[in-house]
C-alpha cells in the first residue's frame, strides 16, 4: 500500500517542502507499521541506515520505574492525609449527633443521662448512651433494648429475637471512630465502641468518688462532670442527673465526652478468659456503664498509652481518653461543640476541662 502524506496541510504549494513532507511522513509510517525496520531518512544525505529498538532498554525501564516510584511516594503521604482528615471529621460528627442525642435527653428529662442508672433501687449497670437511644435515630435498637434492666439481661419481651444482651453486643457507627483500630481480639468485646462520657477529673475512675487511690492520692469526693454515677458497681452514690443550670463554669468550658478506645501496649487478658495472655488494648463497649468502658475522667492526661507513661497505674491510664488520630483526640464539649485538642495542652487546663469546678478556664484551640 503506498502511504501518502498530507501535504497540503503541511508545505502548502511549496514543492519542496511538499517532497520533504512526504518522505518524512512515509518515514514515520514505516517506523510505526514495522518496528527495527531499517529505513533512510528524508533528513539526512549518503546511506546511513537508522534502526528503531523494537522494546525499551532495561535502563529506560528502570527510569520509568524510579520516575512512578517517586510520584507514589509523593502522592500516598497526601491521600493518607486526606484520608485521615475525613476521618477526623466524620469521628467528630458521631460526637456532635451524639452531644445533640443527650441535649434532647436533657429537654426531656431535664438533665443530662447518667451512668449505670438506679432502677426500683437496684443497679442496671447501663451506659449513658444506652439512655440517648431514642435520639440517635436507632429506633429498633431503642424500641426493643430496656434500660431497666442489665446488658446481660437475655429476655425478649416481644418474641422477635432480641434482647438487652443480642442488642448490646452490636456494633452501632454512631458510636465508632473510622480512625480507630478495632480491638486486637474483636470477638471477645462484642459492640466495641470509640467514645466515653467524662465523670470528672478523677485520678481513677474506677474507685468511687471521694476514694483513695494507691500513691496517696484521692478522688474528688462526688462526680464533677456533667455526666455522672448513680451508683458505683452496686452501691447507690446518691447522686442524679446535672441539668445545664448546674454547670457553673460554662457548657463551653466542659467536657461531655471524648474518644476512648484499644491503644493500651500493656493491657493483657488474665485467666480464666480463653484468650488469656492476648494483648485486649481497652475496654469500650457502649453499653456497660463502667470505667473505660463508656465513661472516663481528665484526672491525668489523654493519649497515655504507653506502659509508665507519667507513672500511671495501668487501671489509671485505662480510664483516660485516648485516640488514634495523629496529634490529638477529639472532644465534644457541653454547649455540642467538637474540637481536637493536642498532646501538648496543658494538663492542668485538660483536668479543668473535665470538672465543673468555677475556675477560668484559658481558651483552647
Given amino acids: 500500500m503506498q502511504l501518502v502524506a498530507p501535504v497540503g496541510l503541511i508545505a502548502g504549494s511549496n514543492p519542496r517542502a511538499g517532497s520533504r513532507a512526504n518522505g518524512l511522513w512515509e518515514t514515520l509510517m514505516r517506523l510505526v ?9 528524508a533528513f539526512c544525505c549518503g546511506t546511513k541506515l537508522y534502526r528503531r529498538s523494537q522494546a525499551f532498554t532495561l535502563i529506560e525501564l528502570l527510569v520509568v520505574i524510579a520516575i512512578i516510584g517517586l510520584l507514589m511516594s509523593l502522592l500516598l503521604p497526601a491521600i493518607q492525609r486526606a484520608r485521615e482528615a475525613a476521618n477526623r471529621a466524620r469521628c467528630g460528627n458521631n460526637l456532635r449527633q451524639t452531644g445533640l442525642a443527650m441535649h434532647m435527653h436533657h429537654d426531656t428529662a431535664g438533665a443530662f443521662p447518667t451512668v449505670n442508672r438506679l432502677y426500683n433501687g437496684q443497679a442496671t449497670r447501663n451506659s449513658a448512651f444506652t ?57 471477645a468485646m462484642p459492640g466495641w465502641s470509640s467514645y466515653a462520657v467524662c465523670i470528672g477529673d478523677h485520678r481513677n475512675a474506677f474507685y468511687a ?35 445545664i443550670a448546674q454547670i457553673s463554669d460554662g457548657t463551653s468550658n466542659t467536657i461531655l465526652a471524648g474518644e ?3 491503644q493500651l501496649r ?19 463497649q457502649w453499653v456497660w456503664g463502667y470505667a473505660s468502658y ?11 498509652v504507653e506502659p509508665g507513661s507519667g507513672c500511671y497505674s495501668l487501671t489509671e491510664r485505662l480510664s483516660a481518653f485516648r485516640s488514634d488520630h495523629a ?33 477560668v478556664v484559658p481558651a483552647v484551640d
Avoid at 507499521?33 to 531518512?41: D, F, H
Avoid at 500493656?266 to 469500650?284: K, Q
Avoid at 472516663?296 to 497515655?304: A, D, E, L, V
Fill in 131 to 187: 439512655l440517648i437511644l431514642p435520639y440517635l435515630e436507632l429506633d429498633s435498637v431503642a424500641r426493643r433494648y430496656d434500660p431497666n434492666r442489665t446488658p446481660t439481661d437475655a429476655t425478649d419481651a416481644d418474641g422477635d429475637g432480641y434482647s438487652n444482651l443480642t442488642l448490646g453486643q452490636m456494633r452501632l457507627p454512631i458510636f465508632v471512630c473510622p480512625t480507630m483500630m478495632p480491638p486486637p481480639v474483636p470477638q
Fill in 327 to 359: 496529634g490529638g483526640a477529639n472532644f465534644l464539649f457541653a454547649d455540642n461543640s467538637v474540637r481536637f485538642l493536642r498532646n501538648a495542652l496543658d494538663p492542668a487546663v485538660y483536668r479543668a476541662l473535665g470538672r465543673d469546678g468555677g475556675e
Fill in 209 to 243: 468518688p471521694g476514694a483513695t487511690l494507691p500513691g496517696g492520692h484521692t478522688n474528688p469526693p462526688y462526680d464533677n462532670g456533667v455526666i455522672v454515677r448513680e451508683a458505683h458497681h452496686s452501691t447507690p452514690l446518691c447522686q442524679t442527673g446535672v441539668a
Fill in 294 to 304: 463508656s465513661f472516663g475522667s481528665t484526672g491525668i492526661p489523654f493519649n497515655s
Fill in 33 to 41: 507499521s514495522r518496528p527495527g525496520l531499517p529505513v533512510r531518512s
Fill in 266 to 284: 500493656d493491657y493483657y487478658f488474665r485467666p480464666p478468659s480463653p484468650y488469656a495472655g492476648l494483648r485486649r488494648g481497652g475496654n469500650t
Fill in 260 to 262: 476512648m478506645g484499644y
